[in-house]
């Protein structure tokens, strides 16, 4: 119920654990649950710095960004998944699904 400790609690251990990739992860996860879709894009970003291939923060990254109307970046990160990873079709599909809302 207290949206605001439980970030709290997400930054706290980003900041002091070995592993902060783990709590800014699964705050993303949060973020997008809450509605803050910006925040969880920013944190999605943020992840990406630290590894740019990795599908799930693109994906993640996607859902939000559709969340928030901005299908062409949607498009985009779809895309780059489905580079990344072209036997996944769930990524081609959603890179479908967001074309639709642009053209």
């Known amino acids: ?55 799930d923060y693109l994906f993640h990254k996607a859902n939000s960004l559709r969340s928030l109307g901005r299908h062409q970046a949607a498009y985009d990160a779809m895309i780059l998944a489905s580079q990344l990873q072209p036997e996944n079709q769930l990524f081609a599909e959603h890179a479908a699904q967001s074309k639709e809302k642009i053209d």
């Open 1 to 55: 119920g207290d949206s605001e400790s439980a970030i709290e609690w997400f930054n706290k251990g980003s900041q002091t654990s070995e592993t902060p990739v783990f709590f800014d992860y699964h705050l993303s996860n949060y973020l997008r649950e809450l509605g803050r879709h910006e925040a969880a894009v920013d944190m999605m970003d943020k992840l990406l710095e630290t590894d740019a291939k990795r599908v």
